[in-house]
């Protein structure tokens, strides 16, 4: 059973930085495509970003591609997202998920979800 726990959240102001992390547990990191996903209250999960087995090919959403920066360390078998000029509109929990083929934006392809972790950025 595959198991993802993300890190990295927290309180930050408006123009700054942060680091999430999603280490994966109980599988061969190698073989998954990950993704990184994220829900405002009272909004449906949205994708932000994604990265292929090798980290050969990433995507991003527009909403944040230029500020946010997908990559993978199988060897540590963790995913990073560093996110960079945030905005009080990046407030959201954010998910981290996997799955065995190769990566999509579509939220109910990925077969293992994260927890979560809160990103709150203040004006």
């Known amino acids: 059973q595959v198991h993802l726990v993300e890190s990295g959240g927290g309180l930050v102001q408006a123009g700054g930085s942060l680091r999430l992390t999603c280490a994966v547990f109980?599988?061969?990191?190698?073989?998954?495509?990950m993704g990184w996903f994220r829900q405002a209250p009272g909004k449906e999960r949205e994708f932000v970003a994604a990265i292929s087995w090798s980290g050969g090919y990433t995507s991003h959403s527009d909403s944040v591609k230029g500020r946010f920066t997908n990559s993978r360390e199988n060897a540590k078998s963790t995913v990073y997202l560093q996110m960079n000029s945030l905005k009080p509109e990046d407030t959201a929990v954010y998910y981290c998920?996997?799955?065995?083929?190769?990566?999509?934006?579509?939220?109910?392809?990925?077969?293992?979800w994260g927890q979560g972790t809160q990103v709150t950025v203040s004006a």
């Open positions: 998920g996997a799955k065995s083929t190769g990566p999509t934006t579509v939220r109910t392809m990925y077969d293992y």
């Open positions: 109980g599988g061969t990191m190698s073989r998954y495509a």
